[in-house]
């Protein structure tokens, strides 16, 4: 595999990063860099020397995305039951909302968020979260959110309505017979989508480079700008990282589809 | 039998006043009086009038389209009438200011499609309304739930999930859970017309049984059989209109008007 297509593949999946990738690229035409080879073993030592660098940046990507998705969660689902059951101004505004968010790439979001909203800092206690922290987590938390109501709003609308007046029929309120009824059914119908959103979002945290935070990926650009020959072996190790993420965390929620699976499926 | 046969007086009163409700004055346990309806232009119910006495069962038949499921979904306002009044024991469920909530934990309703909650075992389909709905303790519902489902036949199911059962079961675990609120009045909607026809008798058997108990029941059916053996009244209903009613003997064999020995014919044609 050559450089130039290494870096073309990288370029193409975060198009915030193009900035920094030509600086990589420039470092090593201007170096006259032979075609790279995958068992240059002073480039893996490099690697392995500077792991502990990649691994905190991989720490930031953890907690970024378990922050978005937990806020986008807490604040997509509501948002997907009114746009199921809601109805008049409650209805519209959710919808623009999430149109809005859906629609501007997230790149501007973060910029806007950090550089004309202004988050401010956190303090936790034990932690600190800093302004830039602050405005990833809410700008990648609330366009998940936008992007996870539309998962709740499709697995809500699907549950049967007949279901859910035979819950009226007995006497519950329309607001115990969607948590009784509806809920607990269209949760396990949202795990699919669920997996395809916490994916996206581990690999989206890489945009927060524009707002100065160096989680996984702005870390591999500092290392393969001190050491150019060393690119693809910091992309592989990277991707490495990437893939346990995502596996482990897709195969959890498989497990988690396949204990709460209704026996015998889900026809009543 | 119900309360009405063993009652000669209220018999003979049903009898009597069969085809002129208004001046009737013990058959008001349920009365509709004058319901009407509108899907916007379209007129569904007509001035719909008939009463029930407690423990009475009666029987709605009609071609399709006739109104009888959105007469039946009136009573307990799962649909709307826009006018005429409803009366349960005493108590206006038309009115404006009636908390639907409330009238709904004392009017059972079975479903022709079930609509069990997909997600929970027989049991806990029969125990959520006493849990929520009645705010029995966890024991206390279950138990009421168990008794349900043992009068239902369904005692060694109690944990099967809706896909495990048959299509009959499924409609026992429907009657249980409507049973487990302990009704004044069943509201049933076409309970047998989903069953493949081997299955539809063990959800009779179970509707027969609750006859026996003296149940009040307001049924939706094509079983004519079934309502021959068990109604005190029939309410033939054509385009939203009560065409006929009366004792089945009489509605069946000696239907007074036309339309109703026309569709009799039709509905025979296919036994």
């Known amino acids: ?268 | 039998m119900s309360d009405a046969d063993s009652n000669p007086d209220a018999d003979a009163n049903a009898d009597a006043d069969a085809n002129d409700a208004a001046e009737s004055g013990d058959r008001d346990y349920l009365r509709v009086a004058d319901i009407s309806k509108w899907y916007g232009d379209e007129q569904v119910l007509d001035d719909v009038s008939f009463e029930m006495d407690r423990g009475d069962v009666t029987v709605l038949i009609g071609p399709s389209g006739s109104g009888k499921s959105t007469m039946l979904r009136c009573v307990n306002r799962l649909a709307e009438a826009q006018e005429g009044e409803i009366f349960l024991d005493g108590e206006e469920v038309t009115a404006p200011d009636v908390d639907v909530d409330e009238l709904r934990r004392e009017v059972g309703m079975v479903f022709q499609d079930f609509n069990l909650f997909a997600h929970l075992t027989a049991l806990d389909n029969v125990a959520l309304g006493p849990r929520r709905v009645l705010d029995l303790s966890e024991a206390e519902a279950d138990e009421r739930a168990h008794a349900q489902l043992e009068r239902v036949g369904l005692a060694d199911q109690t944990d099967s999930y809706p896909a495990e059962l048959s299509g009959g079961q499924k409609q026992r675990v429907g009657i249980a859970r409507a049973l487990a609120m302990e009704p004044k009045l069943m509201l049933f909607d076409e309970p047998t017309s989903a069953l493949d026809p081997e299955l539809i008798g063990e959800v009779l058997e179970v509707m027969h049984d609750l006859v026996a108990d003296g149940m009040t029941m307001l049924v939706v059916t094509h079983e004519m059989s079934f309502a021959r053996a068990v109604a005190d009244e029939i309410v033939f209903l054509d385009e939203g209109r009560v065409v006929e009613r009366g004792p089945p003997e009489q509605l069946f064999d000696n239907p007074e008007k036309e339309r109703t020995a026309r569709f009799l014919d039709r509905i025979a044609s296919h036994d």
């Open chain 1, 1 to 268: 595999m050559s450089a130039t297509s290494t870096l073309a593949l990288v370029a193409a999946d975060s198009p915030a990063s193009v900035g920094a990738v030509a600086t990589a690229l420039t470092a090593l035409v201007d170096g006259g860099a032979a075609p790279l080879q995958i068992g240059e073993l002073e480039d893996w030592a490099f690697v392995f020397r500077n792991a502990d660098y990649l691994i905190g940046g991989a720490l930031m990507t953890v907690g970024l995305t378990v922050a978005s998705i937990l806020l986008g969660f807490l604040v997509g689902f509501p948002a997907g039951a009114v746009e199921t059951y809601g109805e008049g101004l409650p209805k519209r505004l959710v919808e623009s909302v999430g149109v809005v968010l859906r629609g501007t790439p997230i790149v501007v979001i973060l910029v806007f968020m950090y550089f004309v909203l202004g988050v401010p800092s956190i303090d936790l206690g034990v932690v600190t979260l800093s302004g830039a922290v602050m405005s990833g987590i809410l700008g990648l938390g609330l366009r998940s959110a936008a992007y996870q109501s539309q998962i709740f709003r499709a697995t809500l609308g699907s549950v049967d309505d007949g279901q859910l007046e035979a819950a009226r029929a007995v006497g519950m309120s329309q607001l115990e017979a969607i948590r009784h009824v509806a809920v607990p059914q269209a949760l396990r119908r949202s795990v699919p989508g669920f997996q395809n959103e916490f994916t996206i979002v581990l690999k989206d945290t890489s945009i927060v480079f524009a707002i100065g935070l160096a989680e996984l990926l702005t870390r591999s650009y500092d290392l393969f700008v001190e050491r150019t020959t060393a690119v693809l072996e910091v992309i592989i190790f990277i991707s490495a990282i990437y893939f346990v993420l995502t596996f482990t965390t897709n195969r959890a929620l498989d497990y988690l589809g396949e204990y709460y699976a209704i026996p015998g499926g889900e026809s009543a």
